[in-house]
């Protein structure tokens, strides 16, 4: 994503409302501090929230966090909410890599990872979030029967992706390398912002999803 660094935005994190501070003091204990008992659905890499909030104003009963490391991006989702308020998703503000200190054993029922930063160099693969390094970090925390929804129009992430599923011990439960064109896994798509951008550029959209 394209940042700007936009004044006082690190300084809004710290006292937005919306944005949850010290998350890792709720580790073990999401379900009756924060999401009232509701289903846990997250969003790694959440850019700008459109995907997020949208699926948060669809399905009233699943509570969503929306995790996002640059505080320039996050806040223009916070400047969304503010304009429509949502009792059910709530944003951190981290990088993910240290995501297994503040979601503990079965608390999250779905991942969402759209348009994932591709780090094309070899040596940063372990940065992708869909890494066998990652799938090892989502087993900590990931319910079950848990899935995780990747959605990228990037060919050789989504092939290094596939490649890293079954390595860490997971499988393909659907797949497809043009979602917007696939009768099965279209319909009910929410796009992204990327996703918008790409599609309308005639890139197809590659979507999996992935459990245990
Ligand atoms: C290419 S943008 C896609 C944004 C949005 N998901 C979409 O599809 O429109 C990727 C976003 O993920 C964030 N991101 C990348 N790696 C991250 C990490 N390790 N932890 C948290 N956020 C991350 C980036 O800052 C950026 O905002």
Redesign the pocket.
Known sequence: ?RLRNIPGASEEMLVNPFVIQNPEQYKGHWSEHICNGKPLYI??????G??IMALAAAHPDIFYIG????SS?LLRALQKMEQQPLDNVLFIR????TITDVFGTDEVERIYL????PWPKDRHAK?R?TSKEYFQRYDAFLKENGQVEFKTDNRDLFDFSLEQVPLAGWRIEACTFDLHHDAEMNPGNVM????EKFSALGNPIHKMIVKR
């Open positions: 994503m969003e790694i890499g959440m850019g700008k459109q995907f995790i996002e490391r640059y991006v981290m990088d993910a890599s759209n348009f994932s930063d940065r979030l992204t912002e990327y996703e």
